[in-house]
């Protein structure tokens, strides 16, 4: 509700301004405007609700696993940790270079738009409409692979923590310092909170296009 009401309020407080204060360039650029009002405005709203539900219940999962791996064994626990910060630097900063890319996706639509536009009051060719709307395309390809990359790259450090945690933990069982139904249990949690983690880096990745909605209202 918080995510939705205050997404309707930004678009219906830019469609207002836009109405009482539109500029020439504002009416040469209509169908981008139209673009942005509407259509980012509904990408922001399911993305950010997606993003919010996530971040919440996989983020408070995350810190509890963490918290009773380092009840089990501190070590163990820190090294969880610290490769989950890893993974979440690996998201953001793959969310860094989705905003880009989604910006760029972003003034392309709106070009294709007020293409349409033009083309419905003149009744022009469609031969343009077909190249913006493949240029278009082309730039929400590349917004969709740098999400499937960013997400597989936290999926790699997961596993490679994972595997850390577990090489460290049979050492530690090897040397005395755990016990081996200490270390089953530190696996048991690895296997449970490896999907919400992974979860939570792909949502953590869509700010991105989040943020690139957002500025584009």
């Known amino acids: 509700r918080f995510a939705v009401g ?15 204060n539109a500029r020439a360039r ?42 009773m791996l380092a009840l089990t064994d501190p070590l163990l626990g820190g090294v969880f940790f610290l490769g989950g910060l890893v993974a979440f630097a690996v998201a953001y900063g793959g969310a860094a270079r989705i905003s880009r890319t989604a910006k760029e996706h972003r003034r392309k639509e709106g070009r ?52 850390a945690v577990a090489a460290i933990g049979l050492a530690r069982v090897s040397a005395g310092s755990l016990g081996p139904g200490d270390l089953f249990t530190v696996l048991a949690y690895l296997l449970i909170i ?16 989040i943020i690139a909605s957002a500025e584009s209202i």
Do not use: M
């Open 112 to 163: 294709l738009a007020d293409a349409l536009l033009h083309g419905l009051r003149k009744s022009r060719s469609s031969l343009r409409l077909t190249d913006l709307g493949y240029r278009s395309g082309r730039a929400d390809v590349r917004v969709t692979r740098l999400e499937s990359v960013t997400t597989w790259a936290v999926d790699g450090v997961l596993a490679v923590t994972s595997a």
């Open 26 to 67: 504002d009416r040469e650029r209509a169908g981008d405007r139209i673009s942005r009002v509407v259509g980012d405005a509904a990408r922001a709203k399911a993305s950010l609700v997606g993003v919010l539900v996530h971040v919440a219940q996989n983020g408070v999962f995350f810190l509890g696993v963490a918290a």
């Open 6 to 20: 205050t997404i309707y309020d930004v678009r219906h407080a830019t469609a207002v301004s836009l109405v009482n």
């Open 194 to 209: 490896h999907h919400p983690t992974v979860r939570l880096g792909r949502q953590t990745a869509r700010l991105g296009k």
